[in-house]
């Protein structure tokens, strides 16, 4: 059984940093694609970031380009995202998602870790 | 990249169909067979239920269905039952290795 475990996650000052794990097992978490997705309370889902299996290839949406970055450590089947500059509107719900058998789809998501960022 | 949009709400009586829109630009939905749809109970993850257009994985039954027509993808929900009660939404491949969601639509079982 898939399973995505997300943690890290809590009340942080804006201008401050943070980094959220997401551990992964029941499936060879080194030949897929991961991503970060985002839900601000009460507001719909908003892509974060993704990484190739072997770490190679980054993207990330423009607004926390230059701010955030994704990793993996595959010896330990586990996801990361660092997040510095931190913001009011960075608060969110940060999950972590799989990429799916199918072209550009999420076909396994972890619980959510979630993110405050307030003076 | 702007969020795909979607209709707030929808609602049903149980055993009704509900169709869920979802409006791209030829940029993202009508530029790739990429469309999904996610359906999310209140605290919980979003959940996989169809993807390129109209496939579904395993486990979803077949009263859920998609479609695509130009700039436009729709999800279907036949023979709706209480726990189809969820928000729902789309997400399309928007080149240049990013994604764009739907603005998110709330589905009532009446």
């Known amino acids: 059984e898939v399973q995505l475990v997300e943690s890290g996650g809590g009340l942080v000052q804006p201008g401050g940093s943070l980094r959220l794990s997401c551990v992964a097992s029941?499936?060879?978490?080194?030949?897929?694609?991961m991503h970060w997705v985002r839900q601000a309370p009460g507001k719909g889902l908003v892509w974060v970031s993704h990484i190739k299996g072997d770490g190679s290839d980054t993207t990330y949406a423009d607004s926390v380009k230059g701010r955030f970055t994704i990793s993996r450590d595959n010896a330990k089947n586990t996801l990361y995202l660092q997040m510095n500059s931190l913001r009011a509107e960075d608060t969110a719900v940060y999950y972590c998602?799989?990429?799916?058998?199918?072209?550009?789809?999420?076909?396994?998501w972890g619980q959510g870790t979630l993110v405050t960022v307030s003076s | 990249q702007s969020a795909l949009t979607q209709p707030p709400s929808a609602s049903g009586s149980p055993g009704q169909s509900v169709t869920i829109s979802c409006t791209g630009t030829?940029?993202?939905?009508?530029?790739?067979?990429?469309v999904s749809w996610y359906q999310q109970h209140p605290g919980k993850a979003p959940k996989l239920m169809i993807y390129?257009?109209?496939k579904r994985p395993s486990g979803v039954p077949d009263r859920f269905s998609g479609s695509k027509s130009g700039n436009t993808a729709s999800l279907i929900v036949s023979g709706l039952q209480a726990d189809d009660e969820a928000d729902y939404y789309c997400?399309?491949?928007?080149?240049?290795?990013?994604?764009?969601f739907g603005t998110g639509t709330k589905v009532t079982v009446l």
């Open positions: 030829s940029s993202d939905v009508g530029k790739y067979n990429s």
């Open positions: 997400s399309s491949y928007a080149g240049s290795n990013n994604y764009v």
């Open positions: 998602a799989r990429d799916g058998v199918g072209d550009s789809d999420f076909d396994s």
């Open positions: 390129e257009v109209s």
């Open positions: 029941g499936f060879p978490f080194s030949i897929y694609w």
